[in-house]
């Protein structure tokens, strides 16, 4: 049973640049949340799919975007690149909607893509 | 707007001994509470939930409380062991999880 993959591990891009990340979650989920994380801080809330729509947003520029397709798996863009959106990105997917709300639903992550803006 | 805080300092502590790490927050009454194990490089791992109506729970070596007048929770691994040495998030929700900063927990042997 596979759980979440991302690709690619490691990506270099310099200032001003898009890049696209992709995440295939784990078998059986449907729902995707991406987050991102600094180094030395806890992952923060990019947004959230489910059923091909974005159904939560964080504190996040419009420069993030991304997009879910039927097979579940997602693509996080981030246009414009600046310097302080180097950070490792985290796809977690999840069963949704969890009885009780989204907090009661836990979230398996895969191992992230080190994105590097130079 | 909400706010959690864990402990941004490592805590070090010898094999055996019972470590425990501290998870506050503030402005919000969260129906769940969510710990996760982090390695470096990698994701974070599930460990254990809490609902708000419930004061402890336990898997294994490991036990979380929630206090919800206190606005804390104590994560504790008893008997801990070098394997043990990660960064232990907990996650809270607010209609999303959100993510403390986490502890950095070092056992040496």
């Known amino acids: 049973d596979a759980g979440v993959t991302q690709s690619p591990t490691h990506l270099i891009k310099t200032r001003g640049q898009q890049v696209t990340l992709r995440c295939s979650p784990k078998?059986?989920?449907?729902?995707v949340s991406w987050y991102q994380q600094a180094l030395g801080q806890g992952p923060q809330f990019i947004f959230q799919?489910?059923?091909?729509?974005?159904?939560q947003r964080g504190n996040f520029p419009d420069r993030f975007s991304g997009h879910q397709f039927p097979n579940y798996s997602s693509e996080l863009n981030v246009n414009a690149l600046l310097l302080g959106d180097s950070a490792l990105y985290l796809c977690?997917?999840?069963?949704?909607?969890?009885?009780?709300?989204?907090?009661?639903?836990?979230?398996?992550f895969g191992s992230g893509t080190q994105l590097s803006v130079l | 707007s909400q706010k959690i805080e864990q402990n941004s300092e490592a805590l070090n502590i010898q094999e055996g001994k019972t470590a425990t790490l501290t998870c506050n927050y503030t402005?919000?009454?969260?129906?769940?509470l969510q710990w996760y194990r982090q390695d470096p490089g990698r994701g974070p791992v599930f460990l254990l939930l809490?609902?708000?109506?419930?004061k402890e729970k336990r898997k294994e070596r490991l036990k979380v409380t929630f206090d919800t007048t206190l606005k804390q929770s104590l994560f504790h691994i008893t008997a801990s062991q070098p394997a043990d040495s990660a960064t232990y998030l907990c996650?809270?929700?607010?209609?999303?999880?959100?993510f403390g900063t986490g502890t950095r927990l070092l056992v040496s042997p």
């Open positions: 977690a997917s999840s069963l949704g909607p969890p009885t009780g709300g989204w907090g009661n639903e836990k979230l398996f």
């Open positions: 078998s059986g989920h449907d729902t």
């Open positions: 799919y489910y059923e091909e729509e974005e159904r």
């Open positions: 402005n919000y009454s969260p129906a769940y």
């Open positions: 809490i609902r708000e109506n419930e």
């Open positions: 996650a809270l929700d607010f209609q999303k999880l959100v």
